[in-house]
């Protein structure tokens, strides 16, 4: 019988799996997230219901194949169980750190694994981790869901999804080829390469960490609603006035996650769907008044118009003249995203964060945001950025942040 090739992997996907070849870091690519639930819990009852909503998610039960040197997905190939463990409270930090950084089996699968810690009595810990290639942050939404309606008893059975990762519709080549020219056009005529190298090879990667207190912004919603634009906008423009301002960049590329389920019926699924989209980024002092932020947000909102775009045609694009490449594009990048809470009825659900190291870009901006804060990581490597200059870039986006909430509400 012959072996199935599985089903073929996505632009997005195929890019992680050949970085992470060529990678020294095995962990680059392993993801989490962890809840701490206090509360009176039925753990057999739980641990069914958390083994029941992975199962309803064949991204999360998948296996990678590797048919005549090409990886593919098949789906549906293993059963994830959750592992119960007692851990002392002493040591459950150091376990949540441990194990949260354990991925799953790359060769084989599956690409998923869950533990349920339990820390004494009215007390436990919730893990999930996940190879990038199956999930992206925004599958973490889906999932959740999925364990709140099966707890609560809102669903009796899991949904069944439709289409499968990996199984969405791509782009015509043609459309795809003129498309990525026109992104290629848009963006072009800045360097490909915005940061001198500090050192030879990629260097070792670090991770400052935002916390929720550092970043409290009040009013913050409520200041991108009077601007007459989105959180995320204003997020961006005060990152691209913070790397100017500290990186001395006045025109620089700058990358942005794309949701990338532009696909009708991937919004409830889980899987690897984001795309890279590239902004003319604008680091120039001067004042950044409501018509400069709307004007970010329009940049923005364009680039997101072209989100089904696969990035690594516009990157061949602008990369085709360019000795030598550079080793990571683009140099520096943003993630925004909102808040994953889960919550079970009776219980006390709070998220843990754990961070750790895991620059695939030079320079990574990884923000969680609020109505009345932005929490998160900076995520950069020692080639691109000093641990100083780390220091000074999320300060200055921070201030950058308060002044713009400040500014257009006044």
């Not at 810990?125 to 809102?154: I, K, M, N, Q």
């Not at 691209?240 to 620089?252: D, K, M, S, T, W």
């Not at 949701?259 to 019926?265: D, F, S």
Request: hydrophobic share 45%.
């Amino acid at each position: 019988m012959a072996e199935e090739p599985g089903t073929p992997l996505s632009p997005a996907q195929l890019a992680i799996w050949m970085h992470e070849q060529v990678s020294a870091e095995p962990t680059l690519y392993i993801e989490h997230a962890c809840y701490e639930i206090l509360g009176e819990l039925d753990e057999d009852a739980f641990a069914a219901t958390v083994e029941k909503a992975l199962a309803s998610h064949p991204a999360f039960t998948a296996a990678l194949r590797l048919h005549r040197r090409v990886p593919g997905m098949l789906f549906g190939q293993h059963t994830v169980t959750v592992e119960r463990r007692a851990v002392a409270a002493d040591e459950l930090d150091a376990t949540i750190e441990r194990e949260s950084l354990t991925g799953p089996a790359l060769d084989g699968g599956p690409l998923s694994r869950c533990l349920l810690l339990s820390a004494g009595p009215g007390r436990r810990v919730l893990l999930l981790v996940w190879h990038h290639l199956v999930a992206d942050g925004a599958s973490l939404r889906v999932f959740l869901r999925t364990l709140e309606a099966l707890w609560s008893g809102a669903a009796t059975t899991p949904p069944t999804e439709a289409p499968l990762p990996g199984a969405v519709p791509t782009l015509a080549p043609a459309d795809a080829a003129a498309r990525a020219r026109a992104v290629a056009e848009r963006v072009g005529g800045l360097p490909v390469r915005s940061l001198p190298p500090l050192e030879d090879g990629p260097g070792a990667s670090r991770c400052l960490v935002l916390t929720e207190g550092e970043g409290a912004v009040p009013g913050l919603a409520r200041a991108a609603t009077t601007a007459r634009v989105t959180v995320p906008m204003l997020l961006n423009a005060a990152y691209q006035r913070a790397v100017g301002e500290v990186l001395g960049l006045e025109e620089f590329l700058l990358g942005c996650v794309a949701a990338g389920r532009w696909a009708p019926g991937t919004e409830d699924v889980v899987g690897c769907f984001v795309n890279t989209i590239l902004l003319r980024a604008d680091g120039r002092p001067g004042p950044q008044d409501r018509d400069r932020l709307r004007s970010r947000g329009r940049e923005l909102a364009t680039a997101l118009a072209d989100q089904d775009v696969p990035f690594g045609a516009v990157a061949g694009l602008l990369l085709r003249d360019a000795r030598p490449r550079p080793r990571y594009f683009p140099q520096i990048y943003l993630s925004m995203d909102g808040p994953h809470p889960l919550d079970l009825p009776g219980l006390d659900c709070r998220r843990v964060r754990v961070h750790h190291p895991q620059a695939k870009f030079e320079v990574a901006l990884i923000v969680e945001f609020t109505p009345d804060a932005v929490q998160g990581v900076l995520q950069y490597r020692t080639s691109a950025l000093t641990d100083p200059a780390a220091r000074r870039l999320l300060n200055a986006f921070t201030t950058e942040v308060r002044r713009l909430a400040g500014t257009v509400t006044a």
